[in-house]
């Protein structure tokens, strides 16, 4: 198994505990990760996508 799918396959089940778990902002870092180290994975993408739409655009941009 490559080491980079590996990772990305825990970052993406990683994010959707944290996401289980309502902390949106973890799951979103960890979505994020596991799209940038295997782009070509819809899972991830539509996991990502799916905190979106449930929870509204990136985290980032959104005042504390």
Same mark, same amino acid.
């Given at each position: 198994? #490559?080491?980079? &799918? %590996?990772?990305?396959?825990?970052?993406?089940?990683?994010?959707?505990?944290?996401?289980?778990?309502? &902390?949106? %902002?973890?799951?979103? #870092?960890?979505?994020?990760?596991?799209?940038?180290?295997?782009?070509?994975?819809?899972?991830?993408?539509?996991?990502?996508?799916?905190?979106?739409?449930? #929870?509204?655009?990136?985290?980032?941009?959104?005042?504390?």
């Amino acid at each position: 198994v #490559n080491n980079t &799918k %590996f990772i990305s396959k825990i970052e993406n089940s990683t994010g959707k505990c944290k996401f289980k778990q309502g &902390k949106f %902002f973890e799951s979103e #870092n960890h979505f994020k990760k596991a799209t940038e180290l295997d782009p070509s994975n819809v899972d991830y993408q539509y996991s990502l996508a799916t905190l979106y739409a449930t #929870n509204g655009t990136s985290y980032y941009f959104h005042p504390l």
